[in-house]
């Protein structure tokens, strides 16, 4: 499942990507894998990271590994989920 951390960052680029950096090597540990952070275009957040996990247990068994720090003032994770849509027969 694809997994979209949203965040808000109050502190520098540098910290931001040091941060980054912890989320990466928690992701290669526990084999979650890492997409990317992307510059959110929705005006309540900052930042996204979008993750692909097995499961929610999954990824947070990743978070786990990097405490918040203080300049992630919050977040909010949201879950997609793969839809299986039915096979359409031809109408005959």
């Not at 084999?31 to 947070?60: P, T």
């Not at 997609?80 to 096979?87: F, K, S, Y």
Request: hydrophobic share 35%.
């Amino acid at each position: 499942m694809k997994i979209l951390l949203y965040f808000d960052w109050v502190g520098s680029r540098k910290e931001l990507k040091e941060h980054d950096k912890r989320m990466q090597k928690s992701c290669e540990e526990t084999e979650v894998e890492y997409i990317g952070i992307y510059g959110s275009m929705n005006q309540k957040w900052n930042y996204c990271w979008l993750f692909d996990a097995r499961s929610y247990d999954h990824l947070l068994s990743m978070t786990a590994k990097v405490p918040r720090p203080p300049q992630m003032t919050h977040y909010i994770t949201e879950l997609l989920i793969p839809v299986q849509l039915p096979v359409e027969q031809p109408s005959l």
